[in-house]
């Protein structure tokens, strides 16, 4: 079984908005630190999102006042909320999970932000 699957990408027009989803089917999910990445072609994955598992956030500048990250334990799945869509935000994003030793990946959901 997959541990994380993301969902929820697809094609939006700039100044549009996406919710991504990432549903977890790993044991005490309220415990891990999650956190939401991008990757585009021949740049390195970056965060673009995280979340504690007591719920404080934090973002980069770039995406900071624009991108809203959410978890619902009780249905083991993390959001992101994208509003404001920009074509620099055209990548494919990816979920994590951390906990101890334990670190998970998505397949990844392709954003693609085009008029």
């Known amino acids: 079984q997959v541990p994380l699957v993301e969902s929820g990408g697809g094609l939006v027009q700039p100044g549009g908005s996406l919710r991504l989803s990432c549903a977890a089917s790993?044991?005490?999910?309220?415990?891990?630190?999650m956190g939401w990445y991008r990757q585009t072609p021949g740049k390195q994955r970056e965060l673009v999102a995280h979340?504690?598992?007591?719920?404080?956030?934090n973002y980069p500048n770039s995406v900071k006042d624009r991108f809203t990250i959410s978890r619902d334990n009780a249905k083991n799945t993390m959001y992101l909320q994208m509003n404001s869509l920009k074509p620099e935000d055209t990548a494919v994003y990816y979920c994590n999970a951390q906990f101890l030793m334990y670190d998970y990946w998505g397949q990844g959901t392709q954003v693609t932000v085009s008029s």
């Open positions: 979340i504690t598992s007591g719920g404080i956030t």
């Open positions: 790993i044991s005490a999910f309220s415990s891990y630190h």
